[in-house]
């Protein structure tokens, strides 16, 4: 099992890379927050023997043609390491952050994953580029603007998902599903991957063709104070999850469907500190692999044994290098 965790911010990007390696971490990625998504990558492609993605780059308010310029320099400077992880967010953020269309998100962003396809082929295989679709059109690439064929290939499309059509599509059209946090494992097994196995059939696949890669939150620490610290941070994640009507099927698969309702109406009102006393102990034990580094990991490990080869941590507070370090030894146990 291969572990990835994240990247926070572009400063020092390299020996953050460099020191999560040097802990057993396979893999860092970076995520659309206050920071862009794809700088700190661009400092940690030059750490050898560590895999590279983003996780999630939020398609909508970019364009096909600039992701592809990112994702194949990426892959370029990497050596063959990184990976292009696509997510849709919610509509309230991409249409009053963002400020653009958020409509018919699942047709978007199939044709988001088909623009970009088009436009490696182009790259790499000299085909003309004659892209036209609903949301999208692609029709010239002169000389001067095509970088050529990647020797080390094209990077691979991921797509983050938890609805049951955009997990099927990403199923039939993408590369690999990148599971969304505040998930259950029973969730996972009985919402998520029945919808990828009809994604996979209708694309004649099979579920050795496609990478599911679950992001699992994490609330350890080696002391008592780290621990607090980063159970309270879970429980701060929970409630800003579950305040998002996205996230209501897996609430409501575990009969917490109107603590999702009174979750929303608290963040509307800017109750922030309220929502996170209505997180309890037997929901953050549904979601969130907590306790010892050792107890983690076999949560971890339970979680994903029979479904990913690879699994993203999600870290709401930064964990001590050492206690990454004693996770990835329980893994390896």
Known sequence: MRI????????????????????????VFTFDGPHDVFSPLFGASGVDDVALMTNVAIAFPRNPITVAHQANDLQLLSGDRFTLGLGTQIRPQIEKRFGVPFERPVDRMVEFVAALRAIFDCWQNGARLDFDGEFYRHRLMTPMFNPGPNPHGLPPIFVGALGPRLTRAVAEHADGLLVMPSTTDRFVRESILPRVDAG????GRRREDFSVMPEIIVATGR??????????AARR??????????????????GYGDLQTELNLLSKQGRWAEMVGLVDDELLELIVAHGSPRDVAATIRARSDDIATDVAIYQPFPLADETLAEIMDGLEA
Request: proline share 5%; glycine share 8%; charged share 25%.
């Open 200 to 203: 996979l059939a209708a694309s």
């Open 4 to 27: 990835h965790t994240a990247l926070f911010g572009p400063q020092h990007a390299a020996e953050r890379t460099r020191a999560l390696r040097d802990v057993g971490v396979d893999g």
């Open 237 to 254: 994640l929970l409630s800003f999850y579950g305040s998002t009507p996205a996230y209501r099927p897996v609430l409501e698969l575990h």
């Open 223 to 232: 002391t008592e104070e780290e621990f607090e610290t980063s159970v309270d």
